[in-house]
């Protein structure tokens, strides 16, 4: 039983960390290759986002299930302490980007299609490139705090 709840950790915290790794390097690429306009390009993907946060959300969930069985049945020691706590902050950052983030460039980037004037709607672009450029930068945080969490999952 101890094998086969740690090795669900670690593959859950894998799959997490190989669907960070997708979107970071594959998925964001492959929109700015695309030729839409950015209201566009904002639009689908904050659809495709919606869609991948259902399995996302469901493989965090599960992830933070087993991180806590095995912590349960190896012991709670320093290194799983520090995965919690790295588990927290992950939360957050999903939850931020979710609640946040992700609409608030949405409706920023549907505020510049609908936009009475060129003037109004590079305002609404300069606030949706400036959140967006800080989304980013949260997004790599991100991808560290996953792969932290990773390491130590398999040294747990």
Do not use: C
């Not at 460039?105 to 400036?130: N, T, V």
Request: no cysteine.
């Amino acid at each position: 039983m101890e094998t086969l709840v740690h090795t669900l950790h670690v593959m859950l915290a894998g799959a997490w960390l190989g669907g960070v790794v997708f979107t970071t390097f594959v998925v964001s690429p492959a929109f700015k290759a695309m030729k839409w306009s950015e209201p566009e390009r904002v639009g689908v993907r904050s659809m495709v986002g919606r869609y991948y946060a259902r399995v996302a959300n469901a493989n965090l969930g599960l992830l933070l299930l087993f991180a806590v069985l095995d912590g349960l049945v190896l012991g709670f020691g320093v290194l799983f302490v520090i995965e919690y706590v790295l588990l927290v902050v992950l939360l957050g950052l999903v939850g931020a980007h979710g609640a946040y983030f992700g609409r608030r460039i949405a409706e920023l980037a549907a505020a510049e299609a609908e936009a009475g004037s060129p003037e109004e709607a590079r305002s609404f672009a300069g606030q949706r490139r400036k959140l967006g450029a800080f989304s980013s930068r949260l997004s790599q945080v991100n991808l560290l705090v996953s792969v932290a969490i990773v390491v130590l999952a398999i040294n747990g």
